[in-house]
Structures are given as structure tokens and as C-alpha cells.
């Protein structure tokens, strides 16, 4: 535990609710290994104080952000200046303070590659089915069509939407990569081995028996199932998956590695993955005792 005195740097999460959020654990965490006199802090922030709070944090010399539901869009006027995988996706979970104001960046899609990275699932050239067309996913079939994935079969119950979804990445990206289908209709996919990324809220808890897709025949195409929720650590999705002889993955890495890399991007360092092994170790323990409560 630090001690803060008149050099401690601050960084905080700016959103309604925080009350629940992970992410104070995993910055002072890191900043205990990092040996770093930083703090974490939440803040909540009503709607109508967004614009003060930011220019606020500023001015206080406040070193980085994360922003979470539901300002990830209404912050993108108030930086200045945004990565260009944000700006595409249309939403900002992480700002980093330039000489002028806040960088956005979103670290969740850049921490879901990393994540997806260190259990050796590469996107390039890769087969990929996105199932769902909401924001999460919509933010994943951005990803996918920026790192040279193969064909993206996006799958949503609401076909107008994946359409939608589907022709605003490829227009992005002057492809067709993105083939959008009703989700029902699964069982016309192509016979190939798909990296399946699980982006509706179908699982979570506590709807924890239930999957997109039921059918046993969808789940034998998939050699690799990544499901972003992570609560319950193992949904209906994973054990479908691993029925079908693949492996399976929940969204808790991708959590971790968003926190890693805002850490990295406000403190110019690099954390190793051991350093990040033991933030999820610590994050695991957390979840319990949360199920404990
Ligand atoms: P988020 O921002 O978390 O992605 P969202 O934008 O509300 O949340 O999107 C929820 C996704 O889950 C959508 O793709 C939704 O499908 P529809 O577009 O057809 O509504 C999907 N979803 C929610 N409940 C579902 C269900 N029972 N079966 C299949 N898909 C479902």
C-alpha cells in the first residue's frame, strides 16, 4: 500500500454506477507492483456534470481515466484528440491527458486482441463468427476487420441490425468481409472452424442456462468460443462450446487487459504477464467473495 504524499498521481473511473467496478483493484494493484505513487479512484458523475468533470480532472493534473457506461459515447466531443480504432467504433473507455486535454482510446477492444493474444488466438486470416449486433459486438467486428481477419460472419436474432452493423464496418474498410445473418439461420455457415466471439447478452447471469445458439451441430464448426461476459465464469456459450470438442474463454482477461493497457498508456510502461497473471489472480478472488456477499 502506498503511502500518498505531495507527489501522488491520481486516476480515477467516471461513470453512473461505479460502484461495482473491478477496476480500482486492478490500477492500485499495478501501481503496487510498479512501485508507482498512484491512486485509483472512482468518481461518480451525473449526466449533466460530465463536461465539468472532465475539465475538472484536467485541471486537476489528474494523469488518466477510464470512462464506463453510459458516457463511453458523450465523452468523444469533450478530448482532444481520439485513436483512430476509437473513433471508428464510436466509443472511449480510457483517455490519456495530452499537453491540451484527454486522448480517447478503447482499451476494452484493444484488450480483448491482448487477451486473445496471450492464449495464442490470432485474428489475421482467421474464420470468425461475431454473434450479436449490440454495441459490444458491433465494437468486435470493428476489431476483427482491423486486424485482417479472414471472412466475419455476424450473427444477430434482429437480422435489420447485423445488417446494419455489417455495412457500416465494411464501408469503414472498403470490404465485404463482414457477412451479416439472422442468427437462426446458423445452420447455413459455411462447413469450416470458426473463432466464435460471444457479444449479446444471452447468459448472463442470471439467465446463466441459457446460450444463443443451442444447437449441437453449430457448436462442432467452432474450435474456439471467447465469450465476452465473465459473469458466470463459465456460461452456457463455454460448456456448449466445449461440448463441441473446442476451447472456451469468458471476457475476464479482456477486462484485465483493458486495465493493463490504460496503465500502460498513462504510465509509458510495460506490465509483464506475470504482473498481469497476478491483477487476474487478485480479480478472480474478488468475484468470489463479490457471489459470496
Ligand atoms: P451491448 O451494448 O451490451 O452489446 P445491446 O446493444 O443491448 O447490449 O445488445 C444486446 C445484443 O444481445 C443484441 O445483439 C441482441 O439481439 P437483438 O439485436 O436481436 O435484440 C442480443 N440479444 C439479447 N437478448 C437476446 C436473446 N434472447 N436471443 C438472442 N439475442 C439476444
Redesign the pocket.
Known amino acids: 500500500m502506498i503511502s500518498i504524499n505531495g507527489k501522488t498521481r491520481t486516476c480515477g473511473l467516471v461513470g453512473n454506477p461505479v460502484e461495482h467496478t473491478l477496476s480500482p483493484m486492478i490500477h492500485n494493484t499495478l501501481a503496487s507492483l510498479q512501485d508507482h505513487n498512484l491512486v485509483y479512484i472512482p468518481f461518480l458523475v451525473e449526466k449533466e456534470k460530465l463536461i465539468e468533470a472532465i475539465k475538472g480532472a484536467f485541471g486537476l493534473n489528474i494523469l488518466g481515466m477510464n470512462v464506463t457506461i453510459p458516457y463511453k459515447s458523450d465523452i468523444i466531443p469533450l478530448l482532444c484528440e481520439i485513436d483512430e480504432l476509437a473513433e471508428n467504433i464510436g466509443a472511449v473507455n480510457t483517455l490519456v491527458r495530452m499537453e491540451d486535454g484527454f486522448k480517447g482510446y478503447n482499451t476494452d477492444m484493444l484488450g480483448l486482441l491482448r487477451a486473445m493474444n496471450t492464449e495464442g488466438i490470432l485474428l489475421k486470416g482467421e474464420d470468425i463468427i461475431i454473434l450479436?449486433?449490440?454495441?459490444?459486438?458491433?465494437a468486435v467486428a470493428f476489431l476483427c476487420a482491423s486486424n485482417g481477419a479472414n471472412r466475419i460472419f455476424l450473427l444477430?436474432?434482429?437480422l435489420e441490425?447485423a445488417e446494419q452493423v455489417a455495412n457500416e464496418v465494411n464501408h469503414c474498410f472498403h470490404t465485404s468481409s463482414i457477412v451479416p445473418m439472422k442468427?437462426s439461420d446458423h445452420h447455413l455457415l459455411p462447413d469450416k472452424h470458426y473463432l466464435a466471439i460471444q457479444?449479446?447478452?444471452?447468459g448472463l447471469s442470471p439467465n446463466i442456462s441459457?446460450a444463443?445458439i443451442e444447437d449441437k451441430s453449430f457448436y462442432k464448426k467452432i474450435h474456439t468460443g471467447y465469450d465476452l461476459i465473465y459473469n458466470p465464469v463459465k456460461t452456457k456459450f463455454m460448456s456448449n462450446v466445449e461440448q463441441g470438442g473446442g476451447r472456451a474463454f469468458n471476457g475476464l482477461k479482456m477486462l484485465l487487459y483493458q486495465g493493463v493497457i490504460a496503465y500502460e498508456l498513462w504510465n509509458q510502461v510495460s506490465i509483464s504477464e506475470s504482473q498481469a497473471e497476478y491483477v487476474y489472480m487478485q480479480m478472480m478472488k474478488e468475484i468470489e467473495k463479490k457471489i459470496n456477499e
Open positions: 450479436g449486433a449490440g454495441g459490444a459486438a458491433r444477430n436474432r434482429t441490425k442468427m457479444g449479446t447478452s444471452v441459457e444463443p
